[in-house]
């Protein structure tokens, strides 16, 4: 039976490149994306639906902002930390923000080793990934904490526009949660890993493919995408 | 090392679509996003306003965006049939923005007018 879903894309030789090369790839009547097996298009294509949904979210965010005539609270004192005598304004989410480039970091070289075939580098950097990712998490919950004992609620709030907390906790705790998920699967993925699974090929629970490191880079997809929507996140929610 | 890729001109890397490539190139840009970072933090640290800090905003946060999906998302090296797919779809959200801008400052301007008490 010729395996038409294998990962392997065939591929001749030599394939157009730019734009002759993208009319060739559509136009040639097979799949689409030559070269590119169906783990990592498939993230994609989930990972373009998930932008949308973002994307949605911080378009509400603004309608509300631009449509409120009560004043919005200004993000740089409602996030700021007292340290001593020095107020700093938006640290936490700074180092938030550190934390998760950091963990996007150490998720690339757990990619590069994973392709290199070294195991044990590739389960480290994926935990350290996942460890990282908790520490944005706990940051993330005593941000939220603090905010609540502030009198901050979904349908109110004492700094200004009652639209605040609700935007607040629906981005960020969406956020949060695709953070949560991702720590997870790394761990998941790092147990496999260190277990060998896709040294020897074998097949995945829920797939019944067999695993291969390609799947490391397409765990590396999700939580770069992650880290991407923190960058708007910042820039427009905590930064404006 | 290996670097299995040609050049970067949406060049296909191997027969495999591995995505390998030396090391060199994530250490940079992973201190860039460092680099910009910082950047974004200052705008507010320094307490800069108005349509300045919008563009400073706007900007470190385009470049930072780039970076990581073009170098850590490794979508420089795939193929363009998968980069237009995945990056031309977003632009039906800015259109969404310039609608939803519209609305909201007919929206504020109704409430203005209605809470005016006229």
Known sequence: MTDTSSNMASKPASRPVGLPGLIDDWSSDQR???????????????????????SIF???????????KVGWPNASEVFSLHIGNT??????????????????????????YGYRKDRKLTALMLIVTAVLGATFVGMQVF???????????????????????????????????????GVIFLLVMAHKVWRGDYDIQSRGFFTSRKGEYECVEVMGLYWHFVDLVWVFIFAFFYLW | MVGSHSSGNGAAVSDTGHQEHPLKEYFVVWGWLFILSACSYAIDFIG??????????????????????????HLKWERLSLS????????????????????SDYTVLTRINFFSGV
């Not at chain 1, 097996?37 to 639906?49: A, D, E």
């Not at chain 1, 550190?98 to 990619?111: D, H, P, Q, R, Y």
């Not at chain 2, 237009?84 to 609305?103: G, K, R, S, T």
């Open chain 1, 87 to 112: 107020n700093f304004p938006l640290l936490l989410i700074a180092i938030m923000t550190f934390v998760l480039i950091s963990s996007s970091g150490t998720m690339v070289l757990a990619v590069n």
């Open chain 2, 84 to 103: 237009y797919a995945i990056l031309l779809p977003p632009i039906a959200v800015l259109v969404f923005v310039a609608i939803m801008m519209i609305e």
């Open chain 1, 58 to 68: 911080l378009l509400s965010y603004m309608t509300a902002r631009m449509s409120t």
């Open chain 2, 48 to 73: 800069v306003q108005g349509y300045l800090r919008w563009t400073l905003i706007l900007f470190f946060m385009t470049v930072k965006a780039g970076l990581i999906v073009a170098v850590f998302m």
């Open chain 1, 143 to 181: 941000e939220w904490s603090k905010l609540i004992s502030e009198g901050v609620r979904p349908w109110g709030n004492p700094m200004g526009a009652p639209q605040f907390g609700g935007i607040f906790f629906m981005i960020t705790g969406f956020h949060g949660t695709h953070v949560s998920i």
């Open chain 1, 32 to 54: 689409a994306f030559k070269g590119v097996g169906w783990r990592k298009s498939m993230m994609w294509i989930f990972l373009l639906s998930d932008t949308f949904i973002f």
